[in-house]
């Protein structure tokens, strides 16, 4: 979603504080979500933070169990400069529009579906590794609107939100959960759950988890998710 860099320093916590409550593990941070999807197709990660459609994926390869996720829902957003020429929807017809890559649900896939379903728009798709770079290419001048979640932008700095517009909002889904693979014994999943979820409850750590885009988090069920 965010930078290797960011993603470190945002996920480094919570891989402390699952080693302090018995669960040691080692963080792995891929450059682009394209990059990361070959991976966790493998099946190698015991844990996975990962967006609802790439569970979906993650569940028909190996039967990874969504854990947790945030009780906020995730909403894809169409952003253009504030000051720029773009005040409507159509006026996007035959330009680019950035994405963070093919695969990003609701940042990418599904904003695109929805664009072709009810704006029947072509535009050039370009896909920037990232909600980051998206945003970036539109400050730019090199595209015209990016894909991007609410989240994401919400970390964005004061002066790049200020200098954005949504001109577009899906409805929302289900966010990112965290999901396990079925190798992992049930007590060490409830070490994960439990250990997440205390730390959404203290008070001086509720930043930790607000970093991981989770701030309130709730189980998340295969089924109903």
């Not at 649900?105 to 798709?125: I, K, T, V």
């Not at 994401?152 to 999901?179: D, K």
């Not at 014994?185 to 988890?209: I, W, Y």
């Amino acid at each position: 979603q965010l930078t290797p860099l960011e993603m470190t320093r945002n996920w480094a916590p919570v891989v402390r504080a699952l080693s302090d409550a018995g669960f040691p593990c080692e963080l792995v941070v891929y450059p682009s979500i394209s990059a990361f999807e070959p991976e966790f197709l493998r099946g190698r990660a015991d844990l996975l933070y990962l967006n609802p459609y790439h569970m979906v994926m993650a569940r028909k390869a190996h039967g990874y169990e969504p854990l947790l996720r945030d009780r906020r829902m995730l909403e894809g957003l169409l952003v253009v400069k504030k000051e720029g020429w773009i005040q409507d929807m159509v006026q996007l017809e035959a330009h680019r529009i950035s994405f963070p890559s093919p695969n990003a649900l609701a940042a990418s896939m599904y904003l695109r579906a929805l664009l072709q379903r009810e704006y029947r728009l072509r535009y050039d798709a370009h896909y920037a590794m990232n909600h980051r770079n998206a945003i970036r290419q539109v400050l730019a001048g090199d595209s015209a609107a990016a894909g991007a979640i609410r989240t994401t932008l919400e970390q964005e700095p004061a002066h790049v939100r200020q200098a954005l517009r949504v001109i577009y909002t899906t409805p929302g889904l289900p966010p990112h959960p965290v999901a396990v693979h079925p190798r992992v014994p049930a007590e060490l999943r409830a070490v994960v759950a439990q250990t997440l979820l205390g730390l959404a409850r203290e008070p001086a750590r509720q930043s930790v988890m607000a970093a991981i885009q989770m701030p309130d988090p709730v189980p998340a069920t295969y089924r109903g998710d």
